[in-house]
């Protein structure tokens, strides 16, 4: 099984964790293993790497490429389980890639492309609720909420309706035929940019994946389970992901909130993270070699204490 993922700015993800050679990290995105191999690289004989992923397809080829060495234990579960995960230790690094790996893309009965015909699924876990699912069952006011909220769709209502008419005739089950449905409700002006499909897609991947509902929750897991001193490294891929991340790690970093009359503090609070990359994009030369990085932003934030008090 070839799970291929370009580890998308892997250098500035490597930097910006600043592993420590017998340090503990989690990738919990680990995918095809590419930044979880560039982790290990740094790691000296006491180091350890904890490799999570949600796909089981992932977790056979982490388990395959990783079953000789001993520092590497893998886990088939989502990074909102990272203190279940991390079995009540700290780590001093945790990562998390929220891109749909190419492998996932790539693979036609995956469902994930809008390119390739193929059943309508999205599924990273290949369980529970699928994009036929959601285009099949959901009321034309949640398909068109949806839409809006998770794929920033311009033509949410218009999209909505037209998916509820083509599912009527026949039900949507595969990608080409959901496909069809959203361009039905397009005006030709809108087919001329990116791909007519492309926020659509999103949208119901999002709601398939739960995917920024988990998130939100997650950044303070993850953040709780480093120990001080330790980096959270986050790659986005949308502007709802990065907004998200933006906004939670500008709260672990705020300090003090006393009004600006106060002569002195009198809240006591203090930041508990440091920000330490603000949404870094790949170089030019990355995204020649590998086009689907181009929307890629990483952020970091260093924790500095485990409460905001004194």
Do not use: W
Not at 204 to 228: H, K, P, Q, T, W
């Amino acid at each position: 099984m070839d799970f291929v993922h370009h580890p998308v700015l892997l250098s500035e993800t490597i930097d910006a964790l600043h592993i420590r050679p017998d340090g503990l990290y989690c990738d919990c995105t680990a995918g095809g293993g590419g930044h979880a191999a560039a982790i290990l690289s740094h790691l000296n004989e006491h180091g350890r790497l904890i490799a999570v992923d949600r796909d089981p397809d992932a977790i056979a080829v982490l388990q395959a490429r990783f079953e000789k060495d001993v520092r590497v234990r893998v886990v088939h579960s989502t990074f909102d389980r990272i203190t279940d995960i991390l079995r009540g230790e700290r780590a001093d690094g945790v990562l998390a890639d929220l891109g749909v790996s190419s492998y996932q893309l790539d693979t036609p009965e995956r469902g994930f492309s809008f390119h390739k015909d193929a059943p309508l699924d999205m599924r990273m876990s290949k369980t529970g609720l699928s994009a036929a699912d959601v285009v099949n069952t959901y009321s034309e006011a949640a398909l068109r909420q949806i839409l809006r909220d998770y794929g920033e769709e311009k033509y949410a209502a218009s999209i909505a309706r037209s998916i509820v008419r083509a599912r009527e005739e026949k039900p949507i089950e595969t990608t080409f035929r959901l496909v069809d449905a959203i361009k039905q409700a397009l005006p030709q002006k809108a087919m001329r940019d990116a791909h007519p499909a492309r926020r659509t897609f999103q949208a119901i991947r999002i709601e398939v994946n739960g995917e920024l509902s988990m998130l939100e929750g997650a950044l303070d897991a993850m953040f709780d389970s480093l120990r001080v001193g330790g980096v959270l490294a986050v790659i986005t891929f949308h502007s709802l992901e990065d907004r998200l991340v933006k906004r939670r790690f500008a709260a672990f970093a705020e300090g003090c909130t006393c009004p600006k009359e106060f002569p002195v503090c009198v809240c006591g609070k203090k930041p508990r993270g440091e920000v330490l990359l603000k949404g870094k994009a790949p170089a030019e030369s990355e995204i020649e070699q590998n086009p689907r990085a181009r929307s890629a932003r990483l952020r970091a934030v260093r924790k500095l204490r485990d409460t905001q008090e004194g």
